[in-house]
């Protein structure tokens, strides 16, 4: 069971981001996340988008840096991966 953070490198909102994951539960990642003061509104169904400023942070407080890749195989392996086609249904509005 890990808490899983990638490098940050995506852009957004004058900043980067990274993405941070749990490879065994989504519990386990709300947990991590709450206790190290990450709002619920980064959880973007299988992880949080975590600002730059706070990846040290995370490191320091347990989660483990690893590449942009091996975050998402980790994630598909543990199941709790949605995919591109189940994020597009759960945020388009149903058509008439």
Same mark, same amino acid.
């Given at each position: 069971m890990?808490?899983?953070i990638d490098q940050p490198m995506?852009?957004?909102h004058g900043t980067l981001w990274c993405h941070l994951v749990s490879d065994s539960s989504l519990a386990e990642l709300h947990?991590?996340?709450?206790a190290n003061g990450i709002p619920?509104?980064?959880f973007d169904l299988d992880h949080y988008d975590?600002? !730059? =400023?706070l990846h040290a942070t995370l490191v320091a407080a347990g989660a483990h840096p690893v590449g942009n890749r091996d975050l998402v195989l980790r994630l598909r392996s543990s199941g709790l991966?949605?995919?591109?086609? !189940? =994020?597009?249904?759960r945020t388009d509005?149903?058509?008439p």
């Amino acid at each position: 069971m890990s808490v899983l953070i990638d490098q940050p490198m995506w852009p957004a909102h004058g900043t980067l981001w990274c993405h941070l994951v749990s490879d065994s539960s989504l519990a386990e990642l709300h947990a991590f996340a709450a206790a190290n003061g990450i709002p619920r509104r980064g959880f973007d169904l299988d992880h949080y988008d975590v600002p !730059e =400023r706070l990846h040290a942070t995370l490191v320091a407080a347990g989660a483990h840096p690893v590449g942009n890749r091996d975050l998402v195989l980790r994630l598909r392996s543990s199941g709790l991966r949605v995919s591109a086609r !189940e =994020r597009a249904a759960r945020t388009d509005p149903p058509t008439p």
